[in-house]
């Protein structure tokens, strides 16, 4: 059985690196230069969280503005009371003002199955 061991550059130099600290520094030295090293990952790292953080939240706000206001034209023509509502509306003398479509239509159900009866 054969391994074969595929060395990038990326990798190579890794394992340089690796065995120029264990010779530059004692054996006994390495957890605590890990320990530093990490440290520094998680600075680092929360550092660009931060920045990107600061970056997406007007966009998000942006976003979210821009979902509301559309939302509110969608509610908007959705509760508009077309012409021919109105006039049956009229004719059975319900008030319109102030109410929704639905509100509307359903005033004019009340008043048709009243009057059915």
Known sequence: MHIYLVLDEQTSILIFLFFLILIAWKPEALPRIAREL???????R???DDFLREINEPINETKASINNTTLDIKRTINDAIDPDLLRIAKALNISTQ?????EVIDEIMK???SNNK
């Open 46 to 48: 929360r550092s660009m």
């Open 98 to 102: 102030g109410r929704s479509r639905q």
């Open 38 to 44: 990490g440290k520094w990952y998680s600075w680092a």
């Open 111 to 113: 008043k048709l199955s």
